[in-house]
């Protein structure tokens, strides 16, 4: 399990408290769209963010996660994105969320051979992401797929019914390959919340993981906390696009979305010796 001095749930003030690395953040200049794995990171220098437990804990069964963990076997992950799982903001994709997923769950579970594949494309809508399953993830053969989606889809006025559909379908595909699911939700971001359509797609996030099963990463409610409570602000957590995260921010996500897999597994099956 994750190393208690340095994330710990204090059941006194019910907040989980986690370091991260912290860099200034500049906008990303070049895209590129093929699913790639992402160098691992260099340390940085170490700042502190922390969210409510309840936003930490997920829900959701990770049995194939879980049992190639106990036995010992190679395991892959793979992130399905769009731009904010590519790593837009960051000053390059070593500090996007899953390179910095991938180095914590190293550190902390340092007996498994673990790989977070990056399959993220700019821009992409759910319906993309769904359309290239078979080929960035299926043929991956991963134990856990994060899938990242929602904000484009919004902001493209993409009709909410579809979109739920469209996520129940891929993970419909995903878990016929043998894969479990993690979903991550929409980004917060002003303009993100400014959106019509945004808190419905808030809300359809959460209900496709409570009609599924499938643990849900609730980025949107985590990343306005950090904001509320004074941790960041609009122009520290984002990038000048005030849309993507910049290096600390996706730090910081990182290690959150680690510590939620971490208590995940010890919940299902006990702490990963």
Same mark, same amino acid.
């Given at each position: 399990m994750l190393k208690r001095h &340095?994330? &710990?749930? $204090?059941? !006194?003030? $019910?907040?989980?408290?986690?370091?991260?690395?912290?860099?200034?953040?500049?906008?990303?200049?070049? @895209?590129?769209?093929?699913p790639v794995r992402a160098d691992q990171p260099k340390p940085m220098a170490v700042k502190t963010c922390s969210a409510p437990a309840d936003l930490v804990m997920v829900e959701g069964p990770l049995n194939h996660f879980a049992k190639a963990l106990r036995a010992g076997q190679p395991v892959t992950i793979v992130a399905l994105g769009s731009s904010s799982t590519w790593g837009a903001g960051a000053t390059s &994709?070593? #500090? !996007?969320?899953?390179? =910095?997923?991938?180095?914590?769950?190293?550190?902390?579970?340092? !007996?498994?051979?673990?790989?977070?594949? #990056?399959?993220?494309? #700019? !821009? $992409? +809508?759910a319906a993309d992401m769904l359309g290239r399953i078979d080929?960035?993830?299926v043929a991956r053969k991963p134990q +856990?797929?994060?899938?990242?989606?929602?904000?484009?889809? *919004?902001?493209? /006025?993409?009709?909410?019914? =579809?979109?739920r559909d469209e996520v129940r379908q891929g993970i419909a595909r995903i878990r016929g390959a043998g894969a479990d699911v993690m979903l991550l939700d929409p980004q917060y971001a002003? =303009?993100?919340? &400014?959106?019509?359509?945004?808190?419905s797609y808030v809300d359809a996030m959460q209900a496709i993981g409570a009609e599924t099963g499938?643990? @849900?990463?609730?980025?949107?409610?985590?990343?306005?906390?950090?904001? $509320?409570? *004074?941790q960041f602000t609009v122009a520290? @957590?984002?990038? *000048?696009?005030? +849309?993507?995260?910049?290096?600390?921010?996706?730090?910081? +996500? /990182?290690? @959150?979305? *680690?510590?939620s897999l971490d208590r995940a597994v010890e919940h299902q099956s006990g702490p990963i010796r």
């Open positions: &340095r994330i &710990r749930i $204090d059941s !006194g003030v $019910d907040m989980a408290r986690l370091t991260f690395a912290a860099v200034a953040a500049v906008t990303l200049s070049a @895209l590129w769209t093929a &994709r070593a #500090n !996007g969320y899953p390179a =910095r997923l991938e180095a914590e769950l190293r550190s902390e579970w340092p !007996g498994v051979k673990l790989e977070v594949v #990056n399959a993220g494309v #700019n !821009g $992409d +809508l080929r960035d993830v +856990l797929v994060i899938w990242q989606t929602g904000v484009n889809d *919004a902001m493209n /006025g993409v009709p909410v019914e =579809r979109f002003p =303009r993100v919340e &400014r959106l019509p359509l945004t808190k499938v643990a @849900l990463v609730q980025r949107f409610r985590v990343m306005k906390h950090l904001i $509320d409570s *004074a520290t @957590l984002f990038n *000048a696009d005030q +849309l993507h995260l910049n290096d600390s921010a996706y730090a910081c +996500l /990182g290690h @959150l979305m *680690a510590l």
